[in-house]
């Protein structure tokens, strides 16, 4: 009888109560072709090693809690499937650029601030009475914010961005884009709230273009064109209240 | 199924808990990061490119300033401009400036949004227009350096 495939996964461990630093672990475990990097964590923790501690939730890409290091990229642990590796060896590791509270789960602390800083959700100045009926829209302005919206907050862009990596206190890529994802919405009202904290130097202007995070993000939102399209925002938004100071509000 | 451990040397800044609180260790770039992919190098030579740009920006001014003192000191910038290493300095700085013009202009279609009417302009057409605009000035440019400026010893415009 054929021997059953085999494949390694180099873990990265870190336990703070006993260890002063991280340290990677190796794990053999049998191979199946359908079976995705999050399978085989949940092997190992079930049959290998129960101590080996990781988030994961939905495991169809919708939740964004098992962002990982996979051989070097960030990516979805759920939606990368061994068999883009086998027979190599998939060395995993967190989330690049993130505390490690312990293996491979990683402190959010910081991006939930940076979250909250940008007002993530429809601001009015005033309510229209129910009696007036809903807030309709077009297609063209559902277009204008639509791509933004799809941003699971899996933080592989943040992972992915070296600006994010040399500069912690960069607002970063997914709380620009859904910054930008309701300022677009027409049935907003607080951009120039938002405005104030994009236009700080630790915002927009830190984002020195790498594109990266564009490249990273599995649900197809382009944080760098976000980013690149509110810079431009705020410049003309300069010029104006120098050109015509009496617009300004 | 088997196991084992070896120490990893990719996270810096280890430091201490706060009681009752989780290891505040935070992996840090590792040096040559930008290695990693071809997009990081692109980006890591795109902002390289502005030193290269910086150091011949000033380096023109200056021998403009210089050519101000006459015929002998204009002689003598020409002369300069034909060191070999001030050439290699021109072809280096031309590389990276159109490096640098390439990547700039490939941003056109995605940070403008251009529309005509109520249509908006695919992505792709911005960017393609911005591009025609770069080589019809260049173009301009190419022709007014060759058929501009006087010719030489008669003070006649050509």
């Given at each position: 009888m054929a021997s059953e495939p085999t494949i390694t996964l180099s873990v990265a461990r870190y336990r703070p109560d006993t260890e002063a630093a991280p340290s990677r672990q190796s794990y053999t475990i049998p191979y199946r072709e359908d079976m995705v990097v999050l399978d085989a964590l949940n092997y190992v923790k079930s049959?290998?090693?129960?101590s080996l501690s990781f988030r994961w939730s939905c495991r169809m890409g919708i939740c964004g809690s098992c962002g990982m290091t996979v051989n070097g990229a960030p990516t979805l642990t759920c939606a990368s499937f061994l068999r883009d590796f086998y027979p190599r060896d998939v060395v995993v590791e967190p989330l690049a650029n993130f505390p490690i509270i312990r293996d491979l789960v990683i402190d959010l602390s910081d991006f939930m601030h940076k979250l909250s800083m940008v007002q993530p959700w429809i601001i009015r100045e005033y309510e229209k009475p129910i009696s007036e009926g809903e807030y309709l829209q077009t297609p063209a302005q559902v277009d204008e914010y639509h791509q933004y919206s799809?941003?699971?907050?899996?933080m592989l862009c943040y992972a992915a961005c070296p600006v994010y990596g040399m500069e912690p206190a960069f607002l970063g890529p997914a709380a620009i884009a859904l910054a930008r994802r309701y300022s677009s919405d027409s049935r907003d009202q607080g951009s120039r709230a938002r405005l104030r904290v994009l236009s700080?130097?630790?915002?927009?202007?830190?984002?020195?273009?790498?594109g990266e995070c564009s490249v990273a993000c599995p649900k197809g939102v382009d944080p760098a064109k976000a980013i690149q399209q509110t810079k431009l925002d705020t410049t003309m938004d300069w010029y104006k209240k120098l050109l015509l100071p009496w617009t300004r509000r | 199924m088997s196991h084992t451990q070896t120490t990893v040397s990719w996270v810096r800044n280890v430091a201490t808990a706060p009681a009752g609180y989780h290891s505040a260790t935070r992996p840090g770039l590792p040096w040559g990061w930008w290695r990693a992919n071809h997009r990081y190098t692109i980006y890591m030579l795109r902002e390289l490119s502005s030193l290269f740009i910086a150091l011949w920006s000033v380096r023109f001014v200056m021998q403009l300033d210089r050519m101000r003192s006459g015929k002998n000191a204009y002689e003598a910038v020409v002369a300069a401009q034909r060191h070999p290493l001030s050439v290699l300095l021109n072809l280096v700085t031309l590389l990276f400036a159109i490096l640098h013009s390439v990547t700039f202009l490939q941003l056109a279609g995605t940070v403008q949004t251009v529309r005509l009417g109520a249509r908006r302009l695919p992505a792709e057409h911005v960017t393609a227009g911005a591009f025609a605009g770069w080589a019809a000035a260049s173009l301009m440019l190419l022709v007014t350096l060759l058929c501009g400026g006087r010719k030489e010893g008669t003070g006649q415009t050509r």
């Open positions: 049959y290998v090693d129960g799809a941003c699971i907050n899996c700080a130097s630790d915002a927009i202007w830190n984002c020195t273009f790498v | -």
